[in-house]
C-alpha cells in the first residue's frame, strides 16, 4: 500500500496538508522586509540565511480573514524547481502518513480560490484534511495583482 507523508498546519478552523517532500523547513519568527505596491497577500521577503524568500500570508490567499493582532505567524518554508517560498500559517500540526486509497477529489462544496489549490482530502476521523498544491499556491498569476 502507498502511502504519503504530510506536514499538517492550520489556518484558522481548517486543517492543511504539505507533502514533506516540498517542505524546507519550519520556522517560527522571521523579520519581513515590506515590498511597495505588492499585493496584499505578499508580506513582505524575508532572508533566510542569504537566501531571499517570498512570504505569501495564506490567509489572504484563501480569501480568510485576517490573523488577529499580536498573534505572528509560523513560516512553512516550501522549496520547487523554481525556488523556495514562505507560506505563513497560524500553527503546525504533527507530520501524518496517510494511504493512497483513502485520497479523494476535492468535495463539490469547497469553492472559489481554495478548490484551485486544493489537490484532494483525506477523511480522518474528525475531520478533513485538505491537501494543498504548492505549486499553484506559489505561483500568483495576473488574477491576483489585479
Known amino acids: 500500500m502507498a502511502t504519503k507523508q504530510f506536514c499538517t498546519c492550520k489556518l484558522g478552523e481548517y486543517f492543511?496538508?504539505?507533502?514533506?517532500l516540498q517542505v524546507q523547513e519550519i520556522i517560527r519568527a522571521l523579520t519581513f522586509t515590506r515590498i511597495p505596491l505588492a499585493p496584499s497577500l505578499i508580506e513582505g521577503l524575508v532572508n533566510l540565511r542569504g537566501q531571499i524568500v517570498t512570504a505569501i500570508d495564506m490567509?489572504?490567499?484563501?480569501?480568510?480573514?485576517?490573523r488577529d493582532e499580536?498573534?505572528?505567524?509560523?513560516?512553512v518554508v516550501v522549496h520547487l524547481e523554481e525556488g523556495s517560498a514562505s507560506l505563513l500559517v497560524d500553527e503546525i500540526g504533527d507530520m501524518m502518513e496517510l494511504g493512497d486509497e483513502a485520497f479523494e477529489a476535492p468535495?463539490?462544496?469547497v469553492q472559489g480560490i481554495?478548490?484551485?489549490l486544493i489537490s484532494g482530502v483525506y477523511k480522518l476521523e474528525h475531520r478533513l484534511l485538505?491537501?494543498?498544491d504548492i505549486g499553484k499556491t506559489v505561483h500568483l498569476d495576473a488574477k491576483i495583482f489585479s
Open 114 to 116: 481554495a478548490r484551485d
Open 70 to 75: 499580536g498573534k505572528p505567524p509560523i513560516h
Open 16 to 20: 492543511f496538508g504539505i507533502d514533506i
Open 130 to 132: 485538505l491537501v494543498l
Open 59 to 66: 490567509r489572504h490567499r484563501l480569501g480568510l480573514p485576517a
Open 107 to 109: 468535495p463539490d462544496t
